[in-house]
């Protein structure tokens, strides 16, 4: 089945430790994101990429390392720089759908999440 | 990518319809409005998404302003597995040059049986 896989769906570490979160779509998705959910909170976007070896930082991007080395993978590296690392965290990728030579949908779909808990 | 208000939760009884609101005031004119959906510790689902006119699908309709600068998304007959935290956001598809997909904290919807 088609879909956006992330794993592990729980992760423990020490502090002070990398750990990489893994993201792979076999949608053939463009463009990927990584959004972190702390409780009760909304998504906060920490890394985009729009196409292969490209990628942006966004609103909370301190403290995380990414990489678009291949299409359907997008991993997110949590470096022991990120004073917080506890959360959820959401991957996502999304296509484009065109009409009339136009961009009318880009859908965005998500992972079921990597919950990340630092001791 | 323009701003949006939600209120932050709202109750409605189960085989209702339930009516939420979003504000985008400052909406452009190449800007979608597109309703996410998130259910407790899983990844937002989309919904639905409009430019200007009223859309409806399998899941809910949208209902946009004639000056586009609020909407609705009815739930029609609303079930407990309607219960989610529900994301208003507006995006400019057009601008390839910014693809960042922004959301806000959205409004907390539970179903009262």
């Known amino acids: 089945d088609g879909g956006i896989t992330q794993s592990p769906k729980y992760l423990f570490r020490k502090e002070g430790q990398n750990v990489t979160l893994s993201c792979e779509q076999n949608?053939?998705?463009?463009?990927m994101y990584w959004y972190r959910q702390d409780p009760g909170q909304g998504l906060r976007l920490i890394y985009y990429?729009?196409?292969?070896?490209?990628?942006q930082k966004g609103d909370i991007a301190e403290g995380y390392s990414v990489s678009r080395e291949k299409k359907e993978s997008f991993p997110l590296t949590v470096t022991s720089a990120q004073k917080n690392p506890t959360a959820f965290y959401l991957c996502?990728?999304?296509?484009?759908?065109?009409?009339?030579?136009?961009?009318?949908?880009?859908?965005?779909?998500f992972g079921q999440g990597t919950r990340l808990t630092v001791v | 990518d323009a701003k949006t208000t939600q209120p932050p939760s709202m109750d409605c009884a189960e085989g209702r319809a339930a009516n939420l609101p979003c504000n985008h005031s400052t909406i452009s004119g190449n800007e979608y409005v597109y309703w996410y959906r998130q259910i407790h510790s899983q990844g937002p689902q989309y919904i639905i998404h409009?430019?200007?006119n009223n859309e409806t699908n399998e899941m809910a309709s949208l209902i946009i302003t004639e000056d586009r600068k609020s909407s609705t998304l009815i739930l029609p007959h609303a079930t407990l597995r309607d219960t989610a935290v529900y994301y208003c956001i507006v995006r400019d598809i057009s601008n390839f040059g910014n693809e960042k997909l922004t959301f806000g904290t959205g409004t907390r919807l539970t179903i009262i049986p």
């Open positions: 990429s729009q196409i292969v070896n490209d990628f």
């Open positions: 409009g430019l200007k």
């Open positions: 996502a990728s999304s296509i484009d759908v065109w009409a009339d030579r136009a961009r009318v949908n880009t859908e965005a779909f």
């Open positions: 949608l053939n998705h463009d463009a």
